[in-house]
């Protein structure tokens, strides 16, 4: 037969594979087939290139069949062969539907890439909201838990009303004696200006003795403005005053917000 490297290269065993062959071709390439191995391993090589196309529609790796078939083109020497009419046109017919084929796997390979990114962004949407979720079950415990403690037969109450410096401020002392416990609602209370801090004091008033029992830290943050303080001290009455940062040894009585009495039982 004619030279089997320009057979190789005329593009009619792309048709063949693709079953794009007239009846006759198919015949004569089938003949062909069985008298030069060449022949066949390419034959078997182009087939395998499509089975890993094919294998699209299960998990796959687009970019890897696109740089298998680049390097199986550019392997092929660089030559243009002088071909019969008919070789000439089944060569055109076959380069096209190769081209075609990179094409499609371009396309799917864009595909594919703009689906991962959704499913990253789904993953990390999904991982977000199981982290809400795990937020507002442990907010509804502690809310619960803060309920129950307020509720207690143990605990006084003591309003803590506004003073000279902030006349509309208002705030609640929970005092709970058996556990040494202090809730103060500060929902009534505006946010601290920056670089201040809130400090809580329990006082003793003859003579007037003030011990700080703690800090509203985190003010911002706290949505619900309770916070809990330890006081192990007989306290007589509960004042909030504004501090810098960090608080204050004593307090700052010109800028004090609440203050509220203990009802002597």
């Excluded at 307020?150 to 902030?166: C, H, T, V, W, Y």
């Excluded at 830290?217 to 809990?228: A, P, T």
């Amino acid at each position: 037969m004619e030279n089997i490297q320009e057979y190789l290269e005329s593009g009619i065993l792309e048709l063949y594979v693709y079953g794009a062959l007239p009846e006759a071709e198919r015949e004569e390439v089938t003949r062909v087939l069985r008298e030069y191995p060449e022949l066949r391993q390419e034959v078997e090589q182009i087939e395998e290139a499509l089975q890993e196309l094919s294998g699209a529609a299960a998990p796959y790796d687009p970019q890897d069949v696109l740089i298998s078939l680049k390097k199986k083109i550019r392997q092929r020497p660089e030559r243009t062969p002088e071909f019969s009419k008919k070789k000439n046109i089944s060569a055109i017919l076959g380069w096209a539907a190769s081209i075609i084929l990179l094409i499609g796997l371009f396309m799917m390979y864009d595909a594919n890439t703009e689906l991962n990114e959704r499913l990253t962004e789904m993953e990390q949407e999904q991982a977000d909201l199981e982290t809400q979720i795990v937020e507002a079950r442990e907010d509804s415990e502690k809310t619960e838990q803060l309920l129950r403690a307020l509720r207690s037969r143990n605990i006084e109450k003591i309003p803590l009303q506004g003073q000279d410096f902030a006349p509309e401020a208002y705030a609640t002392a929970y005092w709970n004696k058996a556990q040494n416990i202090t809730y103060i609602d500060a929902q009534d209370l505006p946010a601290p200006p920056p670089g201040m801090v809130y400090q809580v004091w329990s006082l003793k008033l003859d003579p007037l003795t003030p011990s700080s029992i703690g800090l509203l830290e985190d003010f911002e943050g706290n949505s619900k403005r309770i916070f809990i303080v330890d006081n192990s001290y007989d306290s007589e009455a509960f004042g909030i005053t504004l501090e810098p940062a960090g608080g204050s040894e004593t307090p700052t009585l010109e800028k004090l917000m609440v203050l509220g009495t203990v009802t002597i039982t």
